[in-house]
C-alpha cells in the first residue's frame, strides 16, 4: 500500500492511499482531505508523464508521484510525503481491516498457492522501490508473477471490505 501524505500551500491535509504492491501497479485509490479547495485541486486535471487519469478510478503510484511533484514544483503543495507499506509488515491489516489471524491466514495460502516463499517475497519488496533494480534482478515474467500475486491479495481485501 502506498500513503501519500500532502499539505496543501493555502493550508489543508489530505492523504491519498493506493492499494498497489509496487510503483508500476494500477490499485485502488482513496482519497481524504480536509478542506474541499484542496480537494479540488488533487482531483482537477490530474496528469503524469503518460497524460492525464483519474485519480479515484484508481490508479499508479508512480502517476500520483508525478502529480503531486508536479503540484509541489508549481507552489500549490508545502509538503508531500509517501511511506509504502507490505503486507508482511506489522500493523498492516489495521490498514487493510483485516484482523492479523486473517491476514497471515490468507498470506500463507496464497504463497503456498503461488509457489512464494517469505524470502522471496521480502527480497522483491526490498527492490520494488527502485525501477532499475527491479529489471535488472527481474525477468517480465518473473514480474508478471509478483504482480498477480499483488492482485490476487487487494482483490481478497476488497472481498473483506465490502463485507464490512
Known amino acids: 500500500m502506498f500513503i501519500f501524505k500532502v499539505q496543501g500551500a493555502n493550508g489543508g491535509n489530505a492523504e491519498i492511499r ?33 497524460g492525464y487519469f483519474d485519480l479515484l478510478a484508481g490508479t499508479k503510484p508512480m502517476y500520483v508521484e ?9 507552489k500549490l503543495l508545502s509538503q508531500v510525503e509517501v511511506s509504502i507499506h507490505s503486507p508482511l509488515e506489522t500493523g498492516y491489516e489495521k490498514l487493510c481491516g483485516l484482523d492479523s489471524e486473517q491476514i497471515k491466514t490468507l498470506l500463507n495460502l496464497v504463497y503456498q ?18 525501477a532499475a533494480t527491479m529489471s535488472t534482478h ?25 463485507e464490512s
Not at 148 to 162: C, Y
Open 66 to 74: 508525478q502529480w503531486l511533484e508536479y503540484l509541489q514544483e508549481a
Open 138 to 162: 527481474y525477468n517480465a515474467e518473473e514480474l508478471q508473477r509478483y504482480r498477480h500475486l499483488g492482485q490476487l491479495i487487494n482483490q481478497l481485501i476488497r472481498f473483506k471490505t465490502s
Open 113 to 130: 498457492v503461488g509457489g512464494f516463499n517469505r524470502l522471496q517475497i521480502m527480497r522483491y519488496l526490498k527492490h520494488r522501490h527502485s
Open 18 to 50: 493506493i492499494q498497489a504492491l509496487d510503483w508500476s501497479e494500477q490499485g485502488d485509490t482513496t482519497l481524504s482531505c480536509d478542506t474541499d479547495p484542496l480537494a479540488v485541486l488533487l482531483l482537477t486535471q490530474c496528469r503524469s508523464g503518460k
